[in-house]
């Protein structure tokens, strides 16, 4: 620990607003040498915004950075670089087809330099790997990578670049609860030599775990800051989300029929992601099935057969005790099953559709909206106007393009076009990412009326306190393999991030065979 | 610099920037006309009296636009489905080629009878021509920009082999040219004395059909949903490549109408100049016109009006015909500029 | 056979390697853009225009190698307007690409009327002359074939390695092919998007330009309208083949342009007669579509290639 602190940074009065909404609010932040502050709050209260002033990619509309003691030029990130700022982007900044060490060394010589030290940058990122425990081959397509092996890419990209200011942006949200620790170690060794980080989260317990500080942002404003050895996490989790939040309570249910099986379904990979290996799984009325995995082992591939858009290629799939070899969007739909898709902007909605038309996008040929391929708008429209009542979408009107909405309202949308047919099945993928904590609880509210009717839910989520707290039985993928159910409670948090890194499959294989 | 979305763009935000767009053309155009020794403001006049300024001018016009109206229109529906259908020129040709097959003698029928086969037979062959791309994109995912260009060269050739060859007219003095339609196959005149043809009618005609189809069936419907996301049209189980053949269908079926147009009412025979470029011309077409299909049909008048207009101020002024390809190529890109512009602000940071 | 025989001819080889040298220019110009992420569709207007250019230039009286620096320049021009549309405007790079090929081919023969508003036969000039290179012009065969060029052939080949040479091994070339494989990357290091890839697109631009000026100026020695006839198209489907890389897309262009000294040959032998010759014209542009679709499966498109980038933007 430092005894005599060096400001290394100091935000004032940061402003940035983006057309009606002000996104950062007079922010104002300092951080020593050698410290790590947590920037804690919930989604859309402006800490990726605030990174991404500080790191150049937006200019602020007033405030100043400086970075040891220097003023910090607005909006460019190459003298951020330059000054030792340096960000590892949630969303991570790598070009899979160029190799680890293109990626590291790009943009850090001169662009006009004939020679490049080929030999030399090797060399060096070697040597940061070894001091850091980042392994990772520098000739290794980043495509081949795995996430964890890409995030040390972007943790060498900032070392290899001699940063003093790290910023992480939410930086376990795609680890296991093991690689997170290695992450830590890791950062660990970097603040020991003198490294300062802006850790950027909403997991209570990580940030206690490695930040010295925390301060809370709320709707671009500043609403506190806490030395992490004053608080504890009830406490951050008020400050965060302003009023006690709380986990829905879960009574125990009664599960009834199966409705959907998968019996040992195989699908291909997709590129760098797993397909699904030998998959067996049961969906049950009245019971919700999470599904808990680090994102890229296999999630998609077991929505997209769910939901239609795939079919097994072995195994077999079953639907009320049917088996399923014609399996489409359009059939999955027909046969009661209601999909909440991962990315309600690119695949679950048309953004300059309005919101007729996108309330009837999964049902247009139903003979209720079209006849002999002719559209009845009139009902349609009807339709709209009964989801935006019923599920209390904020918009002007049916006609509004949906683009204009917020991600609840769309999300409400999209919940109402499909929860109207009364579904026996829900696919939820996803199904509250990047929300407020107003829309959270009514999609939560959503699918535990639905499971209390009667119907199936499959509850995908990278959020591992979501699924705990609302699956009846949780199953976690990794790598395309599906564990064993396991009832609620039956497993901590601990010891469901041994299977999600991928511990206890061999065992069960063995002991299947 | 970088683009931010307006959500709710204002009424004189779309309209003024197209106005200035267009504005901005003959701005340009008026300093070409200056660079080629002409007066700019006598250019521009000229331009307009050739295009608009007589009866026998307008109708010149209206002519000309008849072709435009067919190709914009396979372009706009073909675009709006993201479908980059750059052939328009080739399946015109097609269309014209099967209506000189059917057209000079080999179905001795009536006009009532004949005319309709003849469109018929014109829609399929520019609709099978285009097949071929669509199915390259769909099942090998080979991009559509460049098999629909080169087609074109070779669908140009095949015409030309045919001329030189089976269908050259004995009559023709050596010209590669094909035999004349019989009288039956002609369009006949929309009214006694007046220069224009029922074509014309026609367009206007398909104009609407395409407008209803795009705005009330469920094909417009999907077209559309697949043009502006394909991605979530998959998803919400529209069959995506069906539609795209299909749109390739219509849009190949249109383009060969053009074709059909100009050798029954016009040409009478079918020659390798047929189309001045009415295939390429469509792109500016519909692109200015927002790819409405209503728009098409103001679009190709616009677009006629230049051509038609710089012919006759060529001849009054001495500068060359080429300022209207100038003038609708500036006009084509400042006005993807313009939209843009509607819809996004430029913000510095 | 004579076709077979005509494969073992020097001359053969000769005319190839001619006919492959505009498309080597302008193939590389679209690899370059397509690398960047821009596809540039306004190749064939540009290679118009650089063949009327550079024509022009020499016929004003400057000498050869200034027209094909003007040529060059006319090209980077063109290749502004295109970039400053389709990257930090993020216009359609498919509307763009035929819009700057509509620009780029009315204006040239709108300023061809202008300056040569009598002439029914255009006129011709000194175009470049085969340079014989010593030694290696003497070796049997491919002396003949590949070292008897004009200096504009070998001006290709060289651009081949040169372009090789920065894109997979300087600083500059790398942000090149990042900018292509994700934009993101690049801006997250501090470097402009933007800049890159208006740079890329200019100077690829450019070398489209000597394509077409390396028709009017040495392949022939005049400019007719319609000279280009579609061989930009042609290296479009080329890059494809290429697997956007300047070695293979060379490999490409001769292999291509082979095929098209075949077919004006065969055109004259005893077999050739018997055929239209339309069908010979066409084996072009029928070769660029079977190359489409037989690399199509296997192609490496660059990740970024016709996405905008826009700051601040995911």
């Not at chain 1, 662009?111 to 070894?130: K, N, P, T, V, Y």
């Not at chain 2, 709006?80 to 080739?90: D, L, P």
Request: charged share 15%.
């Amino acid at each position: 620990m430092n005894t005599t602190a060096v400001e290394a940074l100091r935000l004032e009065g940061i402003t940035k607003r983006f057309g009606a909404l002000t996104a950062n609010d007079a922010v104002s932040l300092s951080l020593n040498k050698g410290e790590v502050v947590a920037l804690l709050g919930e989604n859309g209260a402006g800490k990726t915004t605030l990174m991404n002033i500080l790191f150049g990619q937006y200019a602020a509309d007033s405030g100043t950075v400086h970075v040891f003691g220097k003023p910090l030029p607005s909006g460019n990130s190459r003298a951020a670089l330059d000054a030792g700022v340096g960000m590892v982007h949630q969303h991570f900044t790598l070009a899979d087809n160029l190799t680890v060490q293109e990626n590291i060394t790009l943009g850090a010589e001169p662009l006009l330099r004939i020679r490049a030290d080929r030999q030399g940058a090797r060399q060096r990122i070697l040597d940061l790997s070894e001091k850091y425990h980042l392994q990772v081959s520098p000739d290794a397509r980043v495509g081949t990578l795995t996430v964890g092996e890409r995030q040390r890419v972007e943790i060498l990209k900032a070392l290899y670049r001699d940063v003093r200011i790290l910023i992480l942006d939410e930086p376990t949200a795609v680890l296991t609860p093991q690689e997170a620790d290695d992450l830590f170690a890791t950062l660990r060794l970097a603040i020991a030599d003198g490294l300062s980080i802006i850790f950027i989260s909403h997991k209570l317990h990580e940030v206690m775990a490695i930040a010295d500080r925390v301060v809370v942002l709320r709707h671009g404003k500043v609403t506190g800051g806490v030395a992490t050895k004053d608080t504890d996490k009830a406490a951050l989790a008020a400050m965060m989300m302003g009023t006690q939040a709380q986990p829905p309570k879960v009574a125990a249910a009664m599960p009834g029929a199966v409705l959907l099986q998968l019996d040992q379904v195989c699908t291909p990979d997709q590129g760098s992601a797993p397909g699904l290996k030998s998959v067996s799984l049961a969906l049950k009325a009245g019971q919700i099935i999470g599904l808990a995995g680090v994102s890229g082992n296999g999630q998609a591939a077991l929505a997209d057969v769910v939901g239609g858009t795939a079919k097994p290629t072995a195994g077999t799939l079953t639907l009320n005790g049917d088996d399923r070899l014609d399996w489409t969007p359009r059939i999955a739909v027909q046969s009661g099953i209601a999909r909440i898709p991962e990315d309600r902007h690119k695949t679950g909605t048309i953004a300059d559709f309005d919101l007729t038309e996108n309330a009837i996008l999964e049902r247009y040929t139903a003979p209720d909206f079209s006849k002999s391929g002719w559209l009845n708008w009139r009902a349609a429209r009807d339709f709209a106007n009964a989801i935006i009542t019923k599920y209390d979408v904020r918009c002007p009107g049916p006609d509004t393009p949906i683009r204009l909405l917020s991600g609840g309202n769309m999300q409400k949308l999209i919940l109402g076009r499909t929860l109207e047919a009364a579904p026996q099945v829900i696919l939820a993928n996803q199904p509250v990412r990047g929300l407020d904590i107003g829309a959270v609880h009514y999609v939560h509210s959503q699918l535990l009326a639905a499971r209390a009717r009667g119907a199936a839910v499959l509850l995908i989520s990278e959020d591992l306190d979501e699924v705990m707290a609302l699956s009846d039985v949780i199953h976690v993928i990794s790598d395309g393999r599906l564990s064993p159910g396991f009832a609620r409670g039956e497993l901590t948090p601990a010891q469901l991030g041994l299977w999600m890194a991928g511990q206890g499959f061999e065992d069960e294989m063995k002991h299947a065979s | 610099m970088r683009l931010e979305p307006i959500t709710d763009p204002s009424i004189a935000r779309r309209l003024g920037f197209p106005f200035a767009a267009l504005c901005t053309t003959f701005l340009i155009a008026s300093l070409l006309a200056m660079i080629a020794g002409g007066n700019p403001f006598s250019v521009l006049g000229l331009i307009l009296k050739g295009a608009f300024g007589s009866q026998f001018a307008i109708l010149e016009t209206l002519n000309r636009a008849t072709p435009l109206i067919f190709t914009g229109l396979a372009v706009a529906v073909a675009f709006r489905a993201k479908f980059w259908n750059i052939g328009a020129e080739a399946q015109l040709y097609a269309g014209a080629l099967l209506t000189v097959l059917l057209g000079t003698g080999a179905l001795p029928w009536p006009s009532a009878a004949l005319l309709p086969v003849l469109a018929v037979a014109a829609i399929l062959a520019g609709a099978v021509l285009l097949l071929g791309p669509a199915i390259l994109k769909t099942r090998f995912g080979v991009d559509e920009v460049v098999t629909t260009l080169l087609f074109n060269f070779i669908f140009l050739l095949f015409i030309s082999m045919l001329l030189e060859g089976p269908l050259k007219d004995p009559m023709g003095m050596g010209w590669p040219k094909s035999e004349r339609l019989i009288a039956e196959a002609r369009l006949p005149r929309i009214a006694e004395g007046l220069r224009l043809h029922w074509g014309f009618g026609l367009a206007i005609l398909s104009a609407v059909m395409i407008w209803i189809i795009q705005t009330r069936s469920t094909l417009g419907y999907e077209m559309r949903a697949v043009g502006l996301n394909r991605q979530a049209a998959a998803f919400a189980g529209i069959p995506v490549n069906r539609v795209l053949l299909k749109t390739a269908l219509l849009s190949g079926g249109l383009a060969a109408l053009a074709g059909f147009s100009e050798v029954a009412g016009v040409k009478a025979s079918l020659t390798l100049d047929l189309s001045p470029g009415y295939g390429y011309t469509g792109i500016i077409v519909a692109m200015l016109a927002l790819l409405n299909p209503l728009g098409v049909v103001v679009a190709a008048l616009f677009v006629a009006g230049i051509f038609v207009g710089a012919d006759s101020m060529s001849r009054a002024a001495d500068v060359p015909t080429y300022l209207a390809d100038m003038m609708l190529a500036i006009a084509l890109l400042l006005m993807v500029l313009a939209i843009m512009l509607t819809r996004f602000r430029i913000v510095r940071d | 056979m004579e076709i077979v025989e005509i494969l073992f001819t020097a001359s053969f080889w000769a005319a190839a390697i001619r006919i492959a040298s505009p498309l080597i220019f302008a193939t590389l110009g679209e690899v370059i853009c397509e690398r960047v992420g821009v596809l540039n569709l306004g190749i064939e207007g540009i290679m118009v225009a650089g063949a009327f250019a550079g024509w022009m230039a020499v016929y004003s009286g400057t000498g050869l190698w200034i027209g094909v620096g003007v040529a060059m320049v006319v090209g980077m021009v063109f290749g502004l307007l295109h970039s400053t549309l389709t990257v930090p405007f993020g216009l359609s790079q498919h509307v763009v690409g035929l819009g700057v090929t509509l620009l780029a081919t009315s204006s040239t023969y709108y300023a061809y009327r202008l300056a040569l508003p009598e002439v029914t036969t255009p006129p011709k000039i000194d175009a470049f002359q085969p340079l014989e290179i010593p030694f290696l012009s003497d070796i049997p065969m491919l002396g003949e074939a590949l070292f008897s060029q004009t200096p504009l052939t070998y001006l290709a080949f060289i651009l081949v390695g040169i372009v090789s040479f920065v894109l997979y091994r300087t600083p500059l070339g790398l942000a090149v092919r990042a900018a292509g494989e994700n934009p993101n990357a690049v801006a997250a290091q501090g470097l402009s998007v933007t800049a890159i890839r208006m740079g890329a697109v200019m100077v690829g631009s450019g070398f489209m330009a000597v394509g077409g000026a390396f028709l009017t100026m040495s392949a022939f020695d005049s400019f007719f309208f319609e000279m280009v006839n579609g061989r930009g198209w042609i290296c479009i489907a080329l890059v494809v083949f290429g697997s956007w890389r300047p070695g293979k897309a060379l490999l490409g262009a001769v292999l291509f342009a082979a095929f098209d000294a075949l077919q004006i040959r065969v055109q004259q032998t005893s077999f050739g007669t018997l055929v239209p010759y339309q069908i010979f014209l066409m084996v072009p542009y029928i070769l660029s579509i079977l190359a489409l679709v037989i690399m199509s499966r296997r192609a490496e498109v660059p990740a970024a290639l016709m996405v905008p980038f826009n700051k601040g933007e995911r």
